[in-house]
């Protein structure tokens, strides 16, 4: 019903910088948010940031003042600027976003793949 596409993730030294994207496509009627979570090996999810419809933001201690999440309404993309990326932000990035889909009244959470980003000199 609903497919999230990511893209951006690779190999940056230390201090580099990475711009991820995340598509949505499908039979969408309206998106509440969207937003970027990430897992490092050995560790849990956690959230890294996020954007609602309205644009308010929400970002991680760990990231702030270093990524910048925004979004397109028209083009169902959120985008996350990172910049002076460090080692400890190694992970693989999963997009998720809130849809409500023709299919139905209420909103659902999607996943994309996950995009690997390894921060290494």
């Known amino acids: 019903q609903v497919r999230l596409v990511e893209s951006g993730g690779g190999l940056v030294q230390p201090g580099g910088s990475l711009r991820l994207s995340c598509a949505a496509s499908g039979r969408i009627v309206s998106i509440n948010s969207m937003g970027w979570h990430r897992q490092a090996p050995g560790k849990e999810r956690e959230l890294v940031a996020s954007i609602t419809s309205g644009g308010s933001t929400n970002y991680a201690d760990s990231v702030k003042g270093r990524f910048t999440i925004s979004g397109d309404n028209a083009k169902n993309t959120a985008y996350l600027q990172m910049n002076n990326l460090k080692p400890e932000d190694t992970a693989v990035y999963y997009c998720?976003?809130?849809?409500?889909?023709?299919?139905?009244?209420?909103?659902?959470?999607?996943w994309g793949q996950g995009t690997q980003v390894t921060v290494s000199s």
């Open positions: 998720n976003a809130n849809i409500r889909t023709v299919y139905s009244t209420r909103t659902n959470d999607y």
